[in-house]
C-alpha cells in the first residue's frame, strides 16, 4: 500500500489564499480530487492524506465530506482552533468523523512565542484523547521553539512537514542538521520527506542539489519514521508529481524492500493510525 502522506485541495481565491504569491501564480486555479486522480494513478499511490492549507472550520468539514466521496483519500489533516474555549465541542464533533486522522496550525507564521502559550499548549494537550497527530509546519529557524513545545507533550504523535524547511536555496546545512537531529531523538516524532525542491531554486534544483538534505532527514530519523509527501499542487511550480515520486524513489533505491514500504507506506498509516480496511 503506497500512501502520499501530504497533499493539498482548495477552491482558490485571492482573499483566501493570499500566500501564494507572483512566484506561485501557476497555482491560482482550483486544484479539485479530479485533477489529482490522474497524478496518484501515474504514480501507483493507493491513498492520499489531505492536509489543511487554510486555517478556517469551514475547509475542515470540507475536506472531510470531500474525503467521503473519494475512498482514495484515507485521512484529513484538518485545523481547529486550539486557543479557542469552544475547542472541546468542536474536536468532539470533529473526531467523531474517523477520517480526520490528525490536526495542524500554519506555525511557521507565527512567532515562536506562539508555542510558548499556555492556551495553546492546552488545546494540543486535547489531541491525544481522540487519537489524533499534530502536524508541525516550521521554517528551520524554528525548530527549537518546536522541540521546546514537543518536550511539554511526550506522548502526542507529532509529524514534521517538510524536513522543517531548510534554506536548500542557499545550500546551507547548519544549524538545521543539528537540530533536526536533535528533534527526532524523540521517539514520537515522525518526519515528511516533501515540500523539498520548493525550498530549492524552483526552475535551477537538481537531484544532487537536494541529496544531503534527504541523506539528514533519512540519518536522523530512519525509514520507520519517515514518509512519502508530494505536497502537491504545490509541488507543482517545481516540479511534477511524478518527478518528485522518482527522486524520492531513487534516493530510496538504497533502502531495504521493508524500508521502502515504510517509506511509502506503512510509516504514514502507523503514525496517523490510518483504517485500511
Request: charged letters at 20%.
Amino acid at each position: 500500500m503506497r500512501i502520499d502522506a501530504h497533499h493539498h485541495f482548495w477552491h482558490y481565491s485571492k482573499a483566501d489564499y493570499g500566500w501564494i504569491d507572483d512566484s506561485m501564480a501557476a497555482l491560482r486555479r482550483d486544484f479539485l480530487p479530479e485533477d489529482l486522480a490522474p497524478e496518484i494513478a501515474a504514480a501507483a499511490i493507493d491513498g492520499v492524506i489531505s492536509v489543511q492549507a487554510r486555517q478556517t472550520l469551514e475547509e475542515t468539514d470540507w475536506l472531510l465530506a470531500t474525503a467521503a466521496e473519494h475512498p482514495w483519500i484515507r485521512g484529513v489533516v484538518g485545523w481547529v482552533p486550539l486557543a479557542d474555549p469552544t475547542l472541546p465541542a468542536r474536536l468532539e464533533r470533529l473526531a467523531a468523523n474517523p477520517i480526520l486522522r490528525g490536526v495542524r496550525h500554519v506555525l511557521q507564521t507565527e512567532p515562536d512565542a506562539w508555542m510558548e502559550r499556555p492556551d495553546c499548549n492546552a488545546g494540543l494537550a486535547q489531541l491525544r484523547g481522540h487519537g489524533l497527530a499534530y502536524d508541525i509546519l516550521i521554517y528551520h529557524q524554528q525548530l527549537p521553539a518546536a522541540i521546546r513545545l514537543v518536550d511539554r507533550h511526550p506522548d502526542q504523535i507529532v509529524i514534521l512537514d517538510h524536513i522543517a524547511k531548510p534554506d536548500i536555496r542557499h545550500g546551507v546545512l547548519e544549524p538545521w542538521a543539528r537540530d533536526l537531529a536533535e528533534l527526532a531523538r524523540r521517539p514520537q516524532v515522525y518526519c515528511k520527506l516533501s515540500g523539498v525542491v520548493t525550498e530549492a531554486d524552483y526552475a535551477a534544483w537538481t537531484y544532487e542539489q537536494i541529496l544531503p538534505y534527504l541523506e539528514t532527514a533519512l540519518t536522523a530519523f530512519g525509514p520507520s519514521r519517515m514518509m512519502f509527501g508530494s505536497d502537491w499542487p504545490v509541488c507543482r511550480v517545481a516540479t511534477s508529481y511524478l518527478e518528485w515520486m522518482h527522486a524520492v524513489e531513487r534516493f530510496a533505491g538504497m533502502l531495504t524492500a521493508g524500508e521502502r514500504d515504510a517509506l511509502f507506506g506503512t510509516t504514514a498509516i502507523r503514525a496517523y493510525r490510518l483504517n485500511m480496511g
